[in-house]
């Protein structure tokens, strides 16, 4: 089992840039999966983005297409997220979570939360108009 720690939130204006980071510790495998999802108030949690942890493959949403990007750092063992062009409704709380579902790493039922077993607390992003 992993342990997660997501940071970087805060509050920054329409078109601005944030940069989130999940923190990841414990064992780890190379068919490892490390996700981003959202959470704005009053509706249900969606993928973000995701990166295996060879840093190979990456998967996106299409509403962040083109804006956000997520990377792996190797020598901090960390999975960053930069949230560029950000709009209003970006406005949500990001959580990072880490599958070890072969079919995710594979690239299939990435953006299935159900498929990720660890999750950090959260961090809250807002975007202001």
């Known amino acids: 089992q992993v342990q997660l720690a997501d940071s970087g939130g805060g509050l920054v204006q329409a078109g601005g840039s944030l940069r989130l980071s999940c923190a990841v510790s414990?064992?780890?495998?190379?068919?490892?999966?490390v996700g981003w999802f959202r959470q704005a108030p009053g509706k249900e949690r969606e993928f973000v983005a995701a990166?295996?942890?060879?840093?190979?493959?990456?998967f996106y949403a299409d509403s962040v297409k083109g804006r956000f990007t997520i990377s792996r750092d190797n020598a901090k063992i960390t999975v960053n997220l930069q949230m560029n062009d950000l709009k209003p409704e970006d406005t949500a709380v990001y959580y990072c979570?880490?599958?070890?579902?072969?079919?995710?790493?594979?690239?299939?039922?990435?953006?299935?939360?159900?498929?990720?077993?660890?999750w950090g607390q959260g961090t809250q992003v807002t975007v202001s108009s």
């Open positions: 414990g064992r780890t495998f190379s068919s490892h999966t």
């Open positions: 990166v295996t942890w060879s840093g190979a493959s990456t």
């Open positions: 979570a880490a599958s070890q579902n072969v079919l995710v790493y594979r690239g299939f039922y990435y953006a299935d939360m159900s498929r990720y077993g660890s």
